[in-house]
C-alpha cells in the first residue's frame, strides 16, 4: 500500500510544495550559476530509473566547461567554480531534481540514480536497486554519502528496496537534513567527486 499508493503521492505533494516554497532560492541560484556558467546555470543528464527506464535528471551545474589548450575538459576541482563549490557543499544543487520528482521520474527518497553507463557493469545483486524509483537522498547517501565505498553503498541501497516503509523514508529525509547541515560526506576523500564505479 505504501510503496504503491502512498509514496507516490507524497512525493509529488511534497515535490510541488517544496518547489513553491524554495523559489526564491532557485531563482537566485540559477542567477549566480548563469554568470558563473556563462550561461548554462542547469546540468541535464540521463539517468536510469525504476526498472532501468532512462530519463533526464536535472541539477544545478556546480562546475565551468573550462578546457585545456588540447580541448579536453580541465579536472573536476579545476572546473568546479566558487559559487558551485557552496552550492554543492549545501546540497542545493539537488534542488531542481524536485522537478523529476513532480514529473514521476524519481523519489524524494530512493537509491541514488548513477550514471547509464554503469548499467551492464552491475551484477544481479547490484542491479536490483532499480526495483525502486530513485531518490534524491537515499540509505546510502544518510550512511556515508560519496564518502563510502562502492561495494557499501550498493549493500544500502538494495537494503533500502528491501525494507521501504514510510518510518525509514521519514528517517531517512530527518538524517539528510542533519548531513546537509553538517556538510558531511559531500566528497569522496581528497577528490571533487567520487571515483567512477568500474564493476568491481
Known sequence: MYKSFIKPFFDITSSLIGLVLLLPVFIIITILLFIANDGKPFFFQLRPGKNGVVFKIIKFKTMNDKKDKNGNLLSDAARLTKVGKFV??????????????????????????????????????QNRRHEVKPGISGW?????????????????????????????????????????????????????????????
Open 88 to 125: 554543492r557543499k549545501t546540497s542545493l544543487d539537488e534542488i531542481p531534481q524536485l522537478i523529476n520528482v513532480a514529473k514521476g521520474d524519481m523519489s524524494l527518497v530512493g537509491p541514488r540514480p548513477l550514471l547509464t553507463n554503469y548499467l551492464h557493469l552491475y551484477n544481479n545483486f
Open 140 to 200: 546510502a547517501q544518510v550512511n556515508g554519502r560519496n564518502a563510502i565505498s562502492w561495494d557499501k553503498k550498493f549493500e544500502y541501497d538494495v537494503w533500502y528496496v528491501d525494507n521501504i516503509s514510510f518510518i525509514l523514508d521519514v528517517k531517512i529525509i530527518l538524517k539528510t537534513i542533519l548531513k546537509v547541515v553538517k556538510s558531511d560526506g559531500i566528497n569522496a576523500e581528497n577528490a571533487a567527486t567520487i571515483e567512477p564505479f568500474d564493476g568491481k
